[in-house]
């Protein structure tokens, strides 16, 4: 069937038509005309299917829609939520929860204006030019797709994050969602933007009771100026039963570095993708994941490395590990566009298999148009090593402990990539506790 002969209904995601659309009128003018240019994509987009690559290995039927309901915007919250264990361990400090959101200022880099952290509200009238530039900008290079037009027309959080030039932020932003209540749609919407030869470092956490059901939809838009460097770390945590879509952005210009680390450990289905582009000479990205698939969990990601300049660098590491009757899918692209000469590209999926009934799929490819160049990919899918395991038995380990101790082993090298030592070890605890005393 083509998208001509498609229904309007076989258009929309249930939950989400042209009546589900804010329609109060309070928005800022910028913002309505935003959700209006995104909604249209959204509505001529057929939903994808299993015939589609991408989706191949995880039916999109796999996400009940019509189970939930569209949790209403958020507004903010002018009393301050309880701290969290990490808060004093950064500048600002976003709390979002399902009553609201609150931006605490810890550090006065608000006040002093060396960092802007606004609701995209209040940012579409304070900062309304880039908020026209960076908002559904350049970094979305392989549009349209389904997901992200659904989040660019119905957000009810949006944040924008921005670093003045030469401005150099040590200990950066915190964002920390919580959400509780059962039966929702959560759909964040983050913008940053680090400008020319400034330093930003963004982490994020997501969490949610084990037995809330809750569908969260999700996108994000990073662009790293000439000569910025920015670091973003995103830990998820949810309960045993919510599904996640994300879709992430993310364009480094002339002479930036990019550092991505992102850890995908809770949920029931999650189905994330990333894509960065490199974009002008001496741009740098650097992109990390680590992901567990315990239990019936089911994890699918995909990157793409897009490289649209000559003379720029990436290098991709995603280790995981599947559990029980634990699924994951990878599947990675390089893409080097015509005359991307001299371009250095490596793309390499790890995966561990603990147990009969487990399964890893990996899929990395290349797309190469030019010549005078440096791609590689790999990936590898096993068991622990049996002469690794003996060693540490003879040892007097107990072998439930040298399991764990073996798997951890083979998660350092991405743990370790993260800035923060208090989020390290909390990925930590996570991966013991999901390899247990028996593996």
Known sequence: ??????????????????????????????????????????????????????WRRTDPE???????????????????????????????????????FHINDAANMLAEK????????????????????????EARVKQPRKFTTLVDAFWNFGLFIYVPAKTI???????????????????????????????????EQYESPDLVELLALSAREFYAKQGAILRAASLQEWGGKTYHIGEDWVRAERDARVDWVSFLLGGQLSKMMVSCDVAAPNSNAYLSGLFFADKEQHIDQCSLQ??????????????????????????????????????????????????????????????????????SHGATCGNLDPNHLFYLRSRGLPEAEARQ?????????????VPHEFMRERVRENVRHKVGVAV
């Not at 249930?14 to 003018?29: I, M, N, T, V, Y």
């Not at 083979?410 to 370790?416: L, S, T």
């Open 169 to 203: 932020i040590t200990r950066g932003v915190l964002i920390r969602y919580t959400h509780k209540t059962p039966g929702r749609v959560v759909i964040p919407y983050l913008v940053a933007v680090a400008d020319e030869l400034s330093e930003l470092t963004i982490a």
């Open 62 to 100: 796999m996400f009940p829609f019509d189970e939930f309901t569209p949790a209403p915007a958020l507004a903010p919250i002018s009393v301050a939520p309880e701290s969290g264990p990490w808060d004093n361990e950064f500048d600002v400090v976003v709390t979002v929860t399902d009553e609201g």
């Open 405 to 417: 101790l073996l798997v951890m082993a083979f998660f350092e090298e991405v743990i370790a990539r």
């Open 306 to 375: 897009l490289h649209s300049s000559a003379n720029t660098y990436s290098n991709l590491l995603y280790k995981g590990a599947v559990k029980d009757k634990g699924h994951s899918i990878y599947q990675g692209v390089i893409d080097a566009v015509p005359h991307a000469v001299k371009v250095d590209a490596y793309q390499m999926n790890n995966n561990l298999i603990l147990n009969e009934g487990a399964r890893a799929d990996s899929l990395p490819g290349l797309e190469i148009d030019a010549d005078d160049l440096k791609c």
């Open 114 to 137: 060396k960092l802007v952290v606004q609701s995209l509200a209040d940012a579409a009238v304070n900062y309304p030019e880039m908020l026209k530039r960076y908002m559904q900008g």
């Open 1 to 54: 069937m083509t998208t001509a002969q498609l229904s309007v209904e076989d258009m929309f995601v249930p939950g989400f038509d042209e009546s589900s659309l804010p329609s109060d009128g309070s928005e800022p003018a910028l913002l309505r005309e935003k959700r209006a240019a995104a909604f249209a994509k959204y509505s001529e987009l057929p939903m994808p299917t299993v015939r589609d690559e991408e």
